[in-house]
Nanobody
Framework: VQLVESGGGLVQPGGSLRLSCVAS????????MTWYRQAPGKERELVAA????????NYADSVKGRFTISRDNAKNTVYLQMNSLKPEDTAVYYC??????????WGQGTQVTVSS
């Protein structure tokens, strides 16, 4: 079971980034997927989640209206579109799946830095 994130980088405030997470080693279409982030000195926090078929999503209050989670089950990929980025969005972003509905599997993370 493997998750590989990409798409992070340095962006100015107000800018956009699209993160991707490619999954392998499990039946992607049967699992909900989640994006988390961890800023320096802070605990990891849930950013957005999506159900297995993509029919339902939920977001942290801090990103509602700015971020959109989506998935393409044909490509085993989950996305996080981030718009109107703020300096406080700076963090390492992680993809997560609860494999077999009890084991948390994490990707290696992708760094997002919002700065002028």
């Amino acid at each position: 079971v493997q998750l590989v994130e990409s798409g992070g980088g340095l962006v100015q405030p107000g800018g956009s980034l699209r993160l991707s997470c490619v999954a392998s080693g499990f039946t992607f279409s049967t699992y909900g997927m989640t994006w988390y982030r961890q800023a320096p000195g802070k605990e990891r926090e849930l950013v957005a989640a999506i159900t297995s078929a993509g029919g339902s999503t939920n977001y942290a209050d801090s990103v509602k209206g700015r971020f959109t989670i989506s998935r393409d089950n044909a490509k085993n990929t989950v996305y996080l579109q981030m718009n109107s980025l703020k300096p406080e969005d700076t963090a390492v972003y992680y993809c997560n799946v609860r494999y077999l509905f009890k084991y948390d599997v994490w990707g290696q993370g992708t760094q997002v830095t919002v700065s002028s």
